[in-house]
């Protein structure tokens, strides 16, 4: 696919704390707990840097109040301080002004996942897909630029994995295959295609249909070169190469951060998948003993230990 258009956010280089917009997020309750996540650790020179973003995405807000741009950048800086709530207003307001765009409602949909409210997220990005049905799709840059600053997904790939995993973290393994076979037709990239992949085998496995994941693994190539989803190829070669591992946590002792989220959920479920329930239990507790509650791998595994204890 073509892709001639791209989302673009001017960002100023001048400075100043906007009165009402902080860095300091308040431990937040989700649509699955009554207890409240801890604040969101970032280093002091990351998040420096985050809030000059924010700053610089606040000003050009005040310049154009109602800009469609403006407002959603607003959103994703605030929510990359773990301000999520704050960030689903922006995206709200944006969604009244601008009922016709899907971005809001993408952008929208994305945080509703992080606090586990599923089922408001489907709500969101199944409008979201509806309102891109047959439109030319748009690259969509990154917040958090990878290493190369190329941005490896669109808008309309955004809607659908993040739909898919609403509908794979819920439990609906079933809807999560169809929307992530969407996601695949419109990844554009290894990158995409491979993190597609990835949830769309993990789907196709824990739905029990085994034969098709197996026959879907042909298709990966495991020497594609990436940029940035790395972790994602990796967890596909476990599966491929049938690999057996003796110690989990060993086998994690290398990986941190969202790395170790990520791929330790693909690793926890590849050992369940396999029978090993201990070494998975393993697993899915050094996950959950990270600071990392707002990571897609973080939420998976929660429901893995959820299901491993009943």
Same mark, same amino acid.
Request: proline share 4%.
């Given at each position: ?159 659908? $994995?993040? @739909?898919? #995993?609403?509908?794979? !973290? &819920? /439990?609906?393994?079933?809807? +999560?295959?169809? %929307? *992530? =076979? ?82 330790? $959920?693909? @690793?926890? #479920?590849?050992?369940? !998948? &396999? /029978?090993?329930?201990?070494? +998975?239990?393993? %697993? *899915? =507790? ?25």
């Amino acid at each position: 696919m073509k892709i001639p258009a791209v989302i673009i956010s001017c960002f100023t280089c001048c400075v100043i704390l906007i009165t009402g917009f902080s860095s300091t997020a308040l431990a937040q309750q989700t649509c699955a707990t009554k207890g409240n996540y801890p604040l969101p650790e970032i280093s002091e020179s990351a998040k420096n840097k985050l809030q000059q973003a924010l700053d610089a995405a606040i000003i050009n807000l005040n310049r154009n109040p109602n800009g469609l741009n403006e407002l959603i950048w607003a959103g994703r800086r605030t929510a990359y301080l773990g301000n999520y709530y704050e960030a689903i207003d922006f995206f709200s307001k944006a969604i009244t002004l601008h009922p016709e765009s899907a971005e809001p409602y993408r952008h929208r949909g994305h945080r509703w996942i992080t606090l586990r409210c599923f089922d408001k997220a489907i709500a969101d990005l199944n409008i979201a897909a509806g309102l891109t049905k047959g439109k030319t799709d748009v690259i969509e840059l990154d917040g958090m630029p990878n290493e190369k600053n190329i941005p490896t997904s669109t808008l309309q790939s955004n809607i659908w $994995y993040h @739909l898919g #995993l609403a509908y794979y !973290l &819920k /439990g609906d393994y079933n809807q +999560a295959v169809t %929307v *992530f =076979n969407s996601c695949l037709g419109v990844s554009t990239n290894p990158d995409m295609f491979i993190s597609a992949a990835n949830w769309y085998n993990n789907s196709l496995r824990k739905a029990g249909r085994i034969s098709e994941a197996e026959v879907f693994l042909k298709k990966i190539n495991p020497n594609v070169e990436l940029i940035e989803n790395h972790d994602y190829l990796r967890i596909l070669k476990l599966y491929i190469n049938k690999q057996e591992i003796n110690d989990p946590i060993d086998f994690l002792k290398n990986e941190a951060g969202l790395g170790a989220a990520s791929y330790g $959920y693909g @690793l926890g #479920l590849y050992l369940s !998948l &396999k /029978g090993e329930k201990d070494k +998975a239990n393993l %697993v *899915f =507790n050094h996950i959950l003993n990270l600071k990392q509650w707002s990571a897609f791998g973080y939420i998976a595994a929660e429901f893995e230990k959820q299901n491993l204890t009943h």
